[in-house]
DNA sequence: TATTCTGTACAGTTTTTACTGAACAAACTT
DNA sequence: AAGTTTGTTCAGTAAAAACTGTACAGAATA
């Protein structure tokens, strides 16, 4: 005859394998500017069932709601959550963005795009600066240098154009032509 | 009458530029999982006349041995520097990689394959423990969030797959035939 | 207006990471 | 083999980041 297991026995194996899952993905959303404790946090979101409070993950995760506050903004103005509305409840409420094309792709468009910008602006900074020593200067080995230099700083540029290119296919949605979305198996997206 | 400048004094002003270009690199190499002080002695070492040796970098930025030896380590693994060899020197000499579409490319590749590979097999996993579960459990409520679970991650595994074929892009090399290599206006390469 | 509730600023603490110097091991020189 | 030279290991320290609890400000309730 079979043991009949209980809720709470089944809850707990169920949460045993979100944290598996969880674990894995806090690991490795360093790669879009995300620390460990913000990425279970957007874990425990993306499979909670419906939006939830600060108190909410403040218990869920056992720590403290300056945490989740500090924590949700991060993910806010990465775009990964959003805010949500349910009447009757005063409380903040947050749910994941569950479009995962979108959350992660714009979180990688944002971080990239910028440095590229701000690097190629210290190319140019840097080309203007070493063009007038370059008139200014009277020693030829400095003058043999800041060629050299000139050399290296606009094989650095024509990169950057490059990436910049190359962040602009993601930017626009071009991408999606060339490698095309996979479907996941749901039903209906909600 | 023009006065006459020092070496000294114009070899500061290089010194200057260089630096000014290589605080903003290293602003930014954390995108490439490199910290800024390793990327500042890849700025270094970039900029540098000729290979560099441990002690030499240890006196251009001011740090211990130790530091460079560790920070050398770490762009060798990422492939940015590599070895090199000039008869009668003892000491190790490095030096920069100085194509940047393969040197950040690379990096870019490596920790995201890495990356992606990891949670595609995590989602795996956790699918698998789900659906042993969904055949374990008794309670229609818990049925209901294991379907739900399910759902959400094959929407995720859509994603890495589509991330995967992406990645591929890059390692093929197959990206420089969409979004062509500029040329940088350097006379030849070396 | 007073009272309660909710999110955040801030200062202090813990934890993590980066860095250093001394000691060591391996390779080269004599 | 003895003596240098060179890179790395390791333990300890300094710096940075993450996290917490208290205190507060603004909004909702009464």
Redesign the interface.
Known sequence: MRS??S?GA??E??E???N??IS??S??VH?YGITPSVGRLYGTM??S?GPMTLDDMSEALGMSKTSMSTGIRALLDANMVERAWEKGIRKDLYQAD?D??KS?TNVFIN??RN?TE??RS??E??KE??ND?YA????P??IG??Q??L?????????Y???D??IS?FETGE?FD??????????HKM
């Open positions: 009949q297991s809720y089944e809850l194996q169920l045993e394998s979100r598996r899952f894995e993905l690991n490795h790669l993306f499979f069932d569950e995962w094309y992660f971080r990239w440095a701000l690097n210290a190319i900074e840097t600066m070493l020593l200014r200067v009277e020693h080995e400095i240098k800041i050299c230099d050399g290296k700083l606009s094989d650095a540029q024509a990169y154009e490059w990436l290119e190359v296919l991408i060339i490698v095309p979305k996979k479907k996941g198996s749901r039903k």
